[in-house]
Nanobody
Framework: QVQLAESGGGLVQPGGSLRLSCAAS????????IGWFRQAPGKEREFVAG????????YYGNSAEGRFTISRDTAKKTVYLRMNSLRPEDTAVYYC?????????????WGQGTQVTVSS
């Protein structure tokens, strides 16, 4: 069972940047896909960024396109989300999740999340 742990959130002013980390605790880590999601109060969880683990092609949600960058360090079993030009509407709890196989119907193995607050 893979466990994911997010970190790196915090309070940042509009226009600022943060880098989130998602570390996997497993002897081996090779999911089918991994993604960053976020959930703001009163809203549904939404996809932010992700990629198919066996490829280097990244996918981004509309809110992240052009401002956020997903990357990974396979040796450290860690995925990062670099967020630039942050806006108040980016305020949310950010989670990472995986699809263990191509047949998995949805993402899972959610971590505890990390709070990002964008405010002046």
């Amino acid at each position: 069972q893979v466990q994911l742990a997010e970190s790196g959130g915090g309070l940042v002013q509009p226009g600022g940047s943060l880098r989130l980390s998602c570390a996997a605790s497993a002897r081996t880590f090779s999911p089918y896909a991994i993604g960053w999601f976020r959930q703001a109060p009163g809203k549904e969880r939404e996809f932010v960024a992700g990629f198919i683990w066996g490829t280097s092609h990244a996918y981004y949600g509309n809110s992240a396109e052009g401002r956020f960058t997903i990357s990974r360090d396979t040796a450290k079993k860690t995925v990062y989300l670099r967020m630039n030009s942050l806006r108040p509407e980016d305020t949310a709890v950010y989670y990472c999740g995986i699809k263990s196989s191509r047949a998995s119907p949805e993402f899972g193995s959610w971590g505890q999340g990390t709070q990002v607050t964008v405010s002046s």
